[in-house]
């Protein structure tokens, strides 16, 4: 079993939907949590970061962490063509160096 | 600004080839990173340099050295590569280990093709 686990889709939404992307992990000590969007062939670009649990908001992104069943969810609200990508989730316990565990991607596909 | 840049954007090389890969960040970052990634997966880890001390070597062949001139430059030199080696090298900076916050950013990546 991995440790992120994440579904690749595709994910396939019309534009303007509410778009929930999740990761399920299983190692209790991760506490930072990440989200990035990767275009085909670019590098990812980072688009959240919490810390523990709870929500935090960035216009039409929200993250949550949810610790106690171990979930993680990106959603995006008023979703465009232009959020078309592959969704990459990523996490690090605390004090655990520099090391990143990813899950394997979700790529969403929004259509106008 | 947040920005990592990585050149060259694409590389061709045959297998008796030397290259190098170049990443330059102006962030203050004392952290960098070297990742590999193959088409539909997470990136794969590779090196990691704190403070310009190479800190981590996840058990890349030798073929794959690196190399960390100072603060704002990362580089990783190429040699004698095989055709499954070809994928995205991404190059990411971030704080060290006790900054207080530790997102990492990442270039736009060199697609590197081993002929």
């Known amino acids: 079993q991995k440790e992120v686990e994440q579904d690749p889709g595709p994910l396939s939404v019309p534009e303007g939907a509410i778009v929930s992307l999740n990761c399920t992990y299983s190692?209790?000590?991760?506490?930072?949590f990440m989200w990035y969007r990767q275009y085909s062939r670019k590098g990812p670009e980072l688009l959240m970061y919490?810390?523990?649990?709870g929500n935090k908001e960035d216009g039409r992104f929200t993250a949550q962490v949810d610790k106690s069943s171990k979930y993680i969810s990106l959603f995006i609200r008023d979703s465009q063509p232009s959020d078309s990508a592959t969704y990459l989730c990523?996490?690090?316990?605390?004090?655990?160096?520099?090391?990143?565990?990813f899950g394997g991607g979700t790529r969403l596909m929004v259509k106008p | 600004d947040t920005e990592v840049t990585q050149t060259p954007k694409h590389l061709v090389m045959g297998m008796t080839n030397k290259k190098s890969l170049k990443c330059e960040q102006h962030?203050?970052?004392?952290?960098m990173y070297w990742y590999k990634q193959k088409a539909k997966k997470p990136p794969e880890l590779m090196f990691v340099?704190?403070?310009?001390?190479?800190?981590i070597n996840e058990s890349v062949p030798s073929r794959f050295s690196p190399e960390c001139p100072n603060s704002s430059l990362l580089n990783l030199h190429l040699h004698a590569l095989q055709p499954e080696d070809s994928a995205l090298y991404l190059c990411?900076?971030?704080?060290?280990?006790?900054?207080?916050?530790?997102?990492?950013?990442f270039g736009p990546g060199t697609r590197l093709t081993v002929t």
């Open positions: 340099y704190s403070y310009e001390k190479l800190s």
């Open positions: 962030m203050g970052h004392r952290a």
């Open positions: 919490t810390y523990s649990s």
């Open positions: 190692n209790s000590a991760f506490q930072y």
């Open positions: 990523a996490m690090r316990p605390r004090g655990a160096g520099n090391m990143l565990t």
């Open positions: 990411a900076s971030s704080q060290p280990r006790g900054a207080s916050s530790y997102e990492q950013y």
